[in-house]
């Protein structure tokens, strides 16, 4: 199983993402995680890649396809792997294609989450995450038993920098103007499949999960 996760900031990628990839046993590859871990760390890729993040607009590709490759190459993608927040732009997806096509592992599926901008605002602005374990939440749609704790791991919640209203929104117009156009990349070559992401969650799933079957 190969597939791209595609969809807006605050779409529910990562949401999604994490079921997904324990659903069928594959990996879960998101380079915004793989970027926040690199900051955090302090790594030659994070401090180039801190500022870009903080502004809401994307870090340069040579960058994202040099990590994306290594990526690839680790033992757990052998099984499959599912990508969240990558490709991004026109060069990331023929990058992803050349790499695969070297590999002979094409693509099964790109899944795009659709969601209109005014919800995603809320849902962005809403997130919490845990830092300790990685677990997810939002104050409104999918809050924690405590507030402001995590339920897996009783870690305090934070927010993520880039979740600000106005970074939001400049996410959401870089969305518009170099990720979008990837709808129609992947239309044309019949690998699309689009699901309603205003759902709940768990129709979300359930959505995504039969469109991979049909
Ligand atoms: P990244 O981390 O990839 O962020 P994003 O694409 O903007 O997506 P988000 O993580 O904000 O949202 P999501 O769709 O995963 O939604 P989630 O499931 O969390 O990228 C961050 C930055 O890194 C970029 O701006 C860029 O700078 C850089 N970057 C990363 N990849 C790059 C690349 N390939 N190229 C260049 N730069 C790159 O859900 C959001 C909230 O909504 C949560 O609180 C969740 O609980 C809630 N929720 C989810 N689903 C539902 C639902 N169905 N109903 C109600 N609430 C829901």
Redesign the pocket.
């Known amino acids: 199983m190969r597939l791209v996760l595609l969809?807006p900031?605050?779409?529910?990628?990562?949401?999604?993402a994490k079921r997904l990839s324990q659903h069928f046993g594959v990996a879960h590859i998101?380079?915004?995680?793989i970027?926040r871990v690199n900051v955090r760390q302090g790594s030659p890729l994070g401090k180039e890649?801190a500022g870009?993040?903080d502004r809401?607009?994307?870090?340069p590709d040579a960058l994202?396809i040099r990590m994306v490759e290594e990526r690839l190459h680790a033992p757990d993608c052998q099984k499959g792997f599912l990508f969240?927040?990558?490709?991004?732009?026109i060069p990331?997806a023929e990058a992803l294609d050349a790499l695969l096509d070297a590999q002979r592992q094409p693509l099964d599926r790109t899944v795009n989450i659709v969601v209109p901008d005014e919800v995603l605002v809320e849902?962005?602005t809403?997130?919490?995450t845990c830092p300790a374990c990685g677990a997810?939440?939002?104050i409104r749609?999918?809050p924690p038993r405590q507030a402001g704790i995590c339920d897996q791991c009783g870690a305090q919640l934070v927010q993520r920098q880039?979740d600000t209203e106005e970074t939001v929104g400049n996410?959401l117009r870089v969305y518009h103007q170099q990720t979008a156009p990837l709808i129609d990349y992947y239309r044309r070559k019949g690998l699309l499949a689009e699901v309603d992401?205003r759902?709940?969650?768990d129709a979300?799933e359930e959505a995504i999960l039969a469109a991979l079957r049909g």
């Not at 900031?9 to 999604?16: C, L, Y």
């Not at 809401?56 to 870090?59: D, K, N, R, Y």
Request: proline share 4%; net charge positive; glycine share 20%.
């Open positions: 969809g900031p605050g779409a529910g990628k990562g949401t999604q998101s380079t915004g995680d970027l890649a870009y993040m809401g607009e994307l870090v994202i969240d927040g990558f490709p991004r732009t990331q849902r962005a809403g997130r919490r997810m939440f939002h749609f999918d880039d996410r992401g759902q709940t969650i979300v």
